[in-house]
């Protein structure tokens, strides 16, 4: 049964930082499509970043680049997503998605037609 359990949300100042985790398990962690995405209530899905575990290979949206960085702890079964200089229009509720048996070296897509499994959110607020 496939697992995907994200913390680290919370609300923090324009300016701060926060580190989401998502701890995956129930798939073969190690070749895999997984990423993080943002929804705010009322708009669309955003593809936030994006990470191949087999090859590493990482891609932002142009809204978080600079600022965001996703990473992996394959020891751990994590993935991160370390959030910089945060805005208050990165408030939303942050989602880890993932798709098994996937391997690229290409820049991850970001689409969430892309991704299988989803953990349940955590939610991130940032104000002015």
């Known amino acids: 049964q496939v697992q995907l359990v994200e913390s680290g949300g919370g609300s923090v100042q324009s300016g701060g930082s926060l580190r989401l985790s998502c701890v995956a398990s129930?798939?073969?962690?190690?070749?895999?499509?997984m990423g993080w995405f943002r929804q705010v209530p009322g708009k669309e899905r955003e593809g936030v970043a994006g990470?191949?575990?087999?090859?590493?290979?990482?891609s932002y949206s142009d809204s978080v680049k600079g600022r965001f960085t996703i990473s992996l702890d394959s020891a751990k079964n994590t993935m991160y997503l370390q959030m910089n200089s945060l805005k208050p229009e990165d408030t939303a509720m942050y989602y880890c998605?993932?798709?098994?048996?996937?391997?690229?070296?290409?820049?991850?897509?970001?689409?969430?037609?892309?991704?299988?499994?989803w953990g349940q959110g955590t939610q991130v607020t940032v104000s002015s």
């Open positions: 990470i191949w575990t087999g090859s590493g290979t990482s």
């Open positions: 129930g798939f073969l962690y190690s070749t895999s499509l």
């Open positions: 998605a993932a798709a098994p048996r996937r391997i690229g070296f290409h820049p991850p897509p970001l689409s969430g037609s892309d991704y299988t499994y």
